[in-house]
């Protein structure tokens, strides 16, 4: 199977598992596959219950009912890329894009042996972003990066959490400290670094996530 009917196929699937969760799908969704991950760009994907939550600035509650709701789609989507396209997925991340309505889905892959890549400005790169990384948190012991097509800039970070945030995580907080620390991480991400003039692009949207079990984090920057 050729990699356009691989992308083809998925996003087919994505959609009608989203529209069956969510009573609503996107308006498009566009799959890249690498060798490291594969990514979900996801387009205009809001429902009516959701637009009145934001409508009265219930930001939680929205973020709480797609939490809950792709917990038990993330699985599918896993299994499926298993069962019929023979791809294993390790990790997966997300994150949503209020002000426009968009959201990435980001799929970890299994593989072994995969080459850097040695893009023009990577060290750069990574010493913005653990810089980001000490301000809200702590530096990562390990940082990452590749390219997925020419728009898309994937950033794997390891080893952030601090004892407070595991300790509101044993808690029972995971969902308000994710929430928080996506405003305070965009927030630093989009006005203390220049990332995107470095490379010679113009900024789309970020999106961020962890995994707080293991200890990682995925940033994904989208360019136009």
């Known amino acids: 199977m050729s990699t356009t009917e691989l992308t083809s196929q998925f996003s087919s699937y994505t959609g009608r598992l989203l529209r069956e969760r969510f009573g609503k799908g996107p308006e498009s969704i566009h799959v890249s596959i690498g060798k490291q ?13 959701e637009r009145f939550l934001l409508n009265k600035e219930e930001e939680q509650a929205f973020r709480y009912t797609r939490e809950l709701l792709m917990k038990s789609l993330l699985p599918e989507l896993s299994a499926y890329l298993q069962d019929n396209l023979s791809i294993e997925v390790g990790e997966i991340f997300y994150d949503w894009g209020i002000h426009n309505a968009s959201g990435m889905i980001v799929a970890l892959l299994k593989n072994d042996g995969v080459p850097v890549d040695e893009y023009a400005g990577r060290d750069e790169v990574h010493a913005q972003i653990n810089e980001v990384s000490r301000k809200v948190q702590k530096e990562p012991e390990f940082t990452d990066s590749w390219w997925l097509g020419t728009r898309t800039l994937i950033i794997k ?11 509101l995580i044993g808690l029972g907080y995971e ?50």
């Open 175 to 224: 969902n308000t400290l994710k929430t928080t620390k996506r405003k305070m991480e965009k927030r630093y991400l989009e006005d203390t670094t220049t990332i995107a003039p470095m490379l010679g692009k113009e900024l789309s949207d970020i999106y961020v996530d962890w995994d707080f079990d293991k200890d990682t984090s995925v940033i994904a920057y989208t360019f136009l």
């Open 37 to 49: 991950c594969i990514a979900l760009h996801i387009r205009n994907f809001i429902g009516p219950v």
């Open 157 to 167: 970070r390891e080893g952030i959490l601090i004892p407070l945030e595991k300790e």
